[in-house]
């Protein structure tokens, strides 16, 4: 299954008051394993940054500038995301956002039956505890270190990291690499088949197998399982 994990930066916190977005950051999981496909762009907000933001993100109005409109860009962040669910932390916040910037140039917007919202995840799953992004980041043991402002990739990045673990996909992957250590294959290229470490005993006594031989007996040599039998050794020469 194809999902994409994202995470944007923004102006501010309300898209109703003026806010917009600055950044955005996927990357592509299938499987539940990142495939190494990302999308980034940086957005020009045709406005100012306020310091609160700039402190987040680090995002100057000046960086920005440069960078194109969203309208100039919504074609291929769509094309990428396609029509796979999104996976983002605390979902209601960026998908706002987007939708805000998609309804300013008269396109739909992306509906919520779409979204995988890990912060509310993580919330069953860690009940009365924060649950942010460096949380659980700290809490799965993921190298936070190189965060040390927030990024659209970088934080979509640690996300998948995160949500790998949160709906307990790694603990399946690190059971069937433990499992595949026990397989071996075979020169003839059979299929891999798992090793007993203590062989099954027997279930068929030795006065059964007499009597299965007595029976075959009975067949004559034209039953046509004797064709599979080994060939007699030759005698030796004289």
């Not at 979204?115 to 924060?130: F, I, N």
């Not at 998948?160 to 250590?181: F, I, K, P, T």
């Amino acid at each position: 299954m194809r999902e994409i994990v994202l995470d944007t930066e923004t102006t501010g916190l309300d898209p109703l008051r003026g806010d917009r977005l600055v950044e955005i950051g996927c990357v592509e999981i299938l499987n539940r394993m990142p495939t190494g496909q990302t999308y980034h762009v940086y957005i020009n907000p045709e406005r100012d940054m306020p310091a609160e933001a700039f402190a987040v993100h680090g995002l100057s109005a000046e960086f920005l500038s440069t960078k194109p409109l969203f309208h100039e860009v919504v074609d291929e962040f769509l094309a990428f995301i396609g029509d796979a669910p999104l996976v983002i932390h605390n979902a209601s916040f960026d998908i706002s956002f987007i939708n805000a910037e998609l309804d300013r140039i008269k396109r739909p917007p992306i509906p919520r039956e779409r979204l995988v919202d890990t912060l509310l995840l993580a919330r069953r799953k860690h009940p009365g505890v924060s649950n942010r992004l460096d949380d659980l980041c700290s809490r799965y043991s993921i190298d936070n270190s190189h965060r040390t402002k927030h990024g659209a990739l970088l934080d979509s990045e640690l996300l998948a990291e995160v949500y790998v673990d949160l709906v307990g996909a790694r603990q399946s992957q690190l059971l069937l690499a433990s499992e595949a250590q026990e397989i071996r294959v075979n020169a003839g290229g059979d299929a891999p088949r798992r090793q007993r470490q203590v062989p099954l005993a027997p279930r068929v006594s030795d006065a059964e197998r007499e009597a299965h031989r007595a029976f075959i007996a009975t067949m004559g040599d034209k039953a046509i399982w004797n064709e599979y039998l080994p060939a007699p050794a030759a005698s030796p020469a004289e």
